[in-house]
């Protein structure tokens, strides 16, 4: 019998653009996710979130839901263009309590019905008109994201148990602005590396901010961290591990937890940027204390070197295979592992979680972990019987929370668990055609139905042991 600790957090989590809607309402200007949406062939069906599951207005049936469900905590995020929509490179701009009251209520609705609020300050939908100056390429991107970040912290970090700065900056930066598939859609390796840097002093200027405007409150980041296994026992392969663990892993693990930018990754770079924007000081603004880290782990990768011969993939968005978010890489290959795969054509090995979780811990002993997104895509819906028999996702949770639970007895201090995702809802670049909820969403009614997974994961909660 698989069983955790005795306060071992359980959560579900959501992002804003992914679920709100609402995107005009309320003084909301338009993120870069909007912009993109609305740009023919970006998103699968150029589908939008413009709706999404109309979150925005039914925050409080949802919160009842997730109480149903026994939810202790609830990772949302909040989105920038709604708490300063005026935002410009050089002035943060008014203050909107319109786009803040929401939020207000959603954590005061959480804290009635006994569940933990744990806001994301940023999950990719940056202002615009942020963007338009430069976005992530721009130092002063990060500036006024400190700004943002302490007016969130001094409305709501009173009722926040836990504050993440970022989620996943590593998608932000590559996936953003060097393979394009996501907003704000550039192919440019050396603007995603000064993104990657942006986005590091981000969270340190974000981590001070809410330390001194809501001290009670835990301050964390959310990486998705790869776990990378060679493809062979060659020298080449086993380089070529190293080589995308530091441009994924540990160019933003070291900066944040170590105050310094590992050798190997500026060196393997230096083709492509002289690193120039990283400014004296920043490295000590960005080395802030953490009380947690946040890991999103999905599928393992297997890496390997390119045979010679072949051709690399073009970084610049002008060949004909799609921009590679491995900058400086290119000569890296992913070969395919053997599925079974999810929805998403992701491999399943919850092994890569274990593993993860057990490295964190022995390089960063004392440093509390949280495992803030894990889950499965899978279509099921409804049957002629009304309910959603998603099997394959229970089996994937399984997997996957006994190897949580197989970090812990390998000495990792995991402190709890977000499900990705309580609802079904807009999976970025795929549009609806993902589905993650545990609570399947029904885009032209909007009605909600706990899949199978979602009375399982109660029970899960209800009784802190995997069911046998
Ligand atoms: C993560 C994102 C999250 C969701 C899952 C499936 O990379 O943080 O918003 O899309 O993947």
């Not at 809607?21 to 996710?33: K, L, Q, Y």
């Not at 990378?228 to 663990?245: K, L, M």
């Not at 592992?337 to 960063?364: C, F, K, N």
Request: proline share 7%; aromatic share 10%; with cysteine.
């Amino acid at each position: 019998m698989t069983t955790f600790p005795p306060g071992f957090l359980w959560g579900s989590a959501t992002a804003s653009y992914q679920i709100e809607g609402a995107v005009a309402e309320d003084g909301r200007t338009p993120s870069i996710w909007d912009v993109f949406s609305h740009t023919p062939g970006k998103v699968l069906g150029d589908d939008t979130g413009d709706v999404a599951d109309d979150h925005y207005h039914r925050y409080a049936d949802d919160v009842a839901l997730m109480a149903r469900l026994g939810l202790q905590s609830y990772r949302f995020s909040v989105a920038w263009p709604r708490i300063t929509p005026q935002v410009t490179a050089d002035e943060l701009g008014p203050v909107n309590p319109a786009g803040l009251a929401f939020y207000d209520r959603l954590v005061d609705a959480l804290l009635a019905a006994g569940i933990a609020p744990a806001a994301t300050l940023y999950h990719w939908d940056l202002p615009q008109a942020l963007e338009d100056a430069g976005g992530w390429t721009d130092r002063r991107t990060a500036e006024r994201f400190g700004e943002y970040a302490a007016v969130v912290a001094e409305r709501l970090g009173d009722r926040l148990s836990m504050v993440i700065t970022l989620n996943e900056p590593w998608c932000s930066a590559y996936l953003g602005y060097a393979s394009g598939v996501h907003a704000p859609g550039r192919t440019e390796p050396a603007a995603a590396l000064a993104a990657v840097h942006h986005l590091n002093l981000a969270h340190g200027l974000a981590a001070s901010a809410v330390r001194e405007a809501a001290p009670g409150t835990d301050v964390a980041l959310t990486l998705n961290l790869g776990w990378f296994q060679p493809a062979s026992g060659s020298a080449e392969d086993a380089d070529a591990v190293r080589r995308v663990d530091g441009l994924q892993n540990r160019v933003f693990l070291d900066p944040a937890l170590n105050g310094r930018y590992p050798a190997d990754v500026l060196e393997d770079t230096a083709a492509v940027t002289d690193w120039s924007f990283v400014r004296e000081g920043d490295l000590e603004l960005i080395h802030q204390p953490l009380d947690a880290l946040g890991l999103n782990y999905y599928f393992p990768v297997l890496v390997g070197r390119a045979a010679p011969g072949r051709a690399p993939e073009r970084a610049d968005g002008h060949g004909d295979e799609p921009a590679s978010p491995w900058v400086a890489a290119d000569d890296v290959e992913f070969p395919q592992l053997p599925g079974p795969y999810t929805d998403m054509g992701w491999p399943i090995d919850a092994e890569g979680m274990r593993a993860l979780l057990v490295r964190l811990s022995q390089e960063h002993p004392g440093l509390p972990l949280y495992v803030t997104e894990n889950g499965a895509a899978y279509g099921d819906g409804p049957g002629p019987d009304g309910a959603v028999h998603d099997e394959q996702r229970i089996a994937y949770l399984r997997g996957h929370l006994e190897a949580v639970a197989q970090a812990v007895e390998d000495g990792a201090d995991v402190r709890g668990y977000f499900l990705w995702s309580l609802l079904d809802n807009f999976e970025w670049a795929y549009g609806y055609s993902k589905r993650f909820g545990i609570v399947h969403v029904d885009y032209d009614t909007q009605v909600r139905t706990p899949k199978d997974s979602a009375h399982w994961y109660a029970e899960v909660i209800r009784t802190g042991q995997l069911p046998g």
